[in-house]
């Protein structure tokens, strides 16, 4: 739809300032300017309106999102083996379109356009994304010990990427290791060589737990890191979510082979495995992203929620206010994210990026005064904020109204799963 | 007002179960049974609402809510001197009340009803609260070296307190001693007698920063909670601000003595203060309240934010999920505030408890699936969440509606008044 925002508050080039945009189907076709022959088919006053880049959760698992709450601060192994595992083993393929329509509801609701998915349904998450409207990178678990030609997981996952429907190039894939403890040495160079052949990037859970960390270096004298370079997995764009226990090494190592990092500070605390080091990678020119983890270990998809604890947080670990600042941390909630991702249009408000934008209500206490909107964004807002979230030229959100899904029964349908899996 | 509260999820006694809830002009008259003769003047349906105890923030500087984000990411020194201090040195009280407007405009918006306030423009503050129906404790910023009975400051603050308009017993007062570096030995001790003469408690920031500690101990050779102490400040009922910076002796000091404490996470993380020890402090017996501190430092007055900082970060610092949990969090932001101000019938709900209440509306993604909504309350919620706040029986949001505040109003005033001071 071709959409024109007259004259809104635009956070462009790590600046606030006044603007309006135009946006031709998917498109931003012109700052300032409309192009020639523009008709916008609609108007969105900008005036007390403050357009930003839609936010990219870079690592997620959707269809956990009805599992907040279900085993709180109790240990990892319970959490795991009593709360996650029991509701994830009886999910099925409907359950789990449910929780991923449940997530989208939430991201749509805080300006999440684009999401980096790992999961177990992939087609269930496939169904959500593409009704839902969002932007989604879907990577499907893996897990194995040996790999052969013929292993059953990849292939399949390999022709579901192919053959499945990417809804206008909105969908994309990757492969997704699940992580060192449950993808054994050979497995995962299998998993790296079908990367190389395909052009795939992987995404892989690395270094989140002292435990595993432990673990490997007494199997294979190695750290996770070292791991998966070992593998070959580093030879193509590679996402590692976590990395929390990183040695100096291992972040020289993920400097030189550009990995990209995801950061997911509520999901670190929450299960005790404490604060990455983001100043530290950051420093050594590791391309940081952000990202929720599943809803079961956080407990909410929200990334203002999440930009506000990076930009926190590394202020309190490193002992001192000047640490991850506002317009870096917007940065690693959208255009790094963007970039690990292989979204080369996307994450940024300029004139060809795809038109992926949340617009934000400023008539609220948390966005006043409007003297530094950059600072508003990261320290002040809740997602409350966000009035209208927009994917590849599409309202999905207006007047915080949801465009493309049916709320009522995504709650409905979303707590009674819970009331019958939450026995199983 | 009466109003009826029929069959909403309530919490009560640390459980949320179906309940119906009685309010009686200022007071909860009854649960799950309407006292005798009772009428409502409004019914609320309970279906889709959770009830909970109105939430207690318990350090606050209300006037600088127009100052968050003016000066982030900056060195400490640079955010105090050409940040903060010259705002605050050219408001007039006509700015601070507009200031604290915009802070009880915030508050109310998530939930907060009562807030304890530290600052300088004592009757712009009592006039927002008494306008805003917030129920307020209020102690005068007090500075100086030495102590004499005619010290201005002390007589102008006690004269205040004692012809101050107390809105029908929602505003209350303290003493409120700046911090050590600005309130010298004498002076303090001055302070505390006064306290003791007239029954007040006292407020006071302490043990915030390194450099205080450092330049203390220099100076006098005390830590600050043994410096406040030896002045005869817990001699009273005391509310320490902050206790990031505490020996283990200081602890068994201040339980020992009764001291309160109240941990602002997000302003010490924020001023690369750290991480206060709260776990160690809360096993010791300290009561450990939860505030904001000023929107200076934070750069929110929203206690849902808070709440879930102080839940998450804990388990960070302490390497495990079990530390600070839901149902501790939650007292921390309620009860425990309110033991700590005073306030003997604030803070719960039950029968003859003071009406202050949120009402949280539990059709939207956060809070579903609603199978631990205590949960929900401090890791998924973000505070947008409540739609209707009750003080004292009045009823201050309904619908996400402010009643007794001009929103539109407050807006204008504390966005021009910073385009003013900002070039001060």
């Known amino acids: 739809m071709n959409i024109a925002i007259k004259n809104a508050y635009a956070l462009i080039g790590g600046k606030i300032d006044r603007h309006s945009i135009y946006i031709e189907k998917d498109k931003i076709a012109g700052i300032d300017k409309a192009p020639e022959g523009f008709r916008a088919k609609k108007v969105i006053d ?4 403050l357009v930003i880049p839609g936010i990219v959760n870079a690592h997620t698992h959707s269809y956990m999102a009805p599992m907040r709450n279900i085993a709180d601060d109790l240990p990892f192994m319970e959490w795991l083996t009593k709360g996650v595992e029991p509701v994830e083993n009886s999910m099925t393929d409907e359950d789990a379109y449910w929780g991923a329509m449940l997530a989208m509801a939430e991201m749509i609701r805080c300006g999440t356009t684009t999401f980096n998915d790992m999961h177990m349904h992939i087609f269930s998450t496939q169904k959500a994304a593409k009704e839902s409207g969002l932007r989604a990178v879907l990577s499907r678990g893996l897990v194995g010990d040996k790999y052969n030609k013929s292993d059953r997981r990849i292939t399949e996952a390999l022709k579901e990427m192919s053959e499945g429907d990417n809804a206008n190039g909105r969908i994309t894939y990757m492969l997704g290791p699940h992580a060192p403890y449950s993808a054994g040495f050979d497995y995962l160079r299998g998993v790296a060589d079908i990367a190389k052949e395909q052009g795939l990037r992987i995404h892989m859970h ?23 370079d070992k593998a070959g997995c580093f030879d193509v764009p590679f996402i590692a979510a976590h990395c929390v226990k990183v040695t100096d090494s291992d972040i020289e190592l993920m400097a030189k082979k550009g990995v990209s990092v995801v950061t997911n500070p509520a999901s670190n605390m929450k299960l005790g495995n ?5 100043k530290k990678m950051k420093e050594a020119g590791i391309n940081i992203c952000l990202g929720t983890d599943g809803a079961a270990s956080n407990n909410t998809l929200n990334m203002f929620h999440e930009m506000s604890l990076l930009a926190l947080i590394h202020k309190g670990v490193n002992d001192t206010p000047v640490c991850i600042g506002a317009e870096e941390t917007i940065e690693m909630a959208t255009i790094n994210g963007a970039r690990a991702l292989g979204l080369d249009n996307v994450g940024k408000i300029e004139e060809g990026y795809k038109a992926d934008l949340a617009i934000l209500d400023l008539n609220t206490p948390s966005m006043v005064p409007r003297n530094s909107l950059l600072s508003s964004l990261v320290y002040s807002a809740n997602g409350s904020e966000v009035d209208t979230t927009i994917v590849n030229g599409e309202i999905l959100m207006e007047g915080r109204e949801l465009k493309t899904l049916d709320l009522e029964k995504i709650l409905y349908n979303a707590d009674h799963m819970m009331e019958r899996l939450g026995k199983a």
Do not use: C, H, M, W
């Open 46 to 49: 900008g005036e007390n309106r």
């Open 206 to 228: 690395l270094a989140e737990s002292q435990a595993e960390i432990d673990n490997l270096k007494k199997e294979q004298g190695l750290t996770p890191i070292e791991y998966a």
């Open 274 to 278: 404490g604060f990455a080091p983001v």
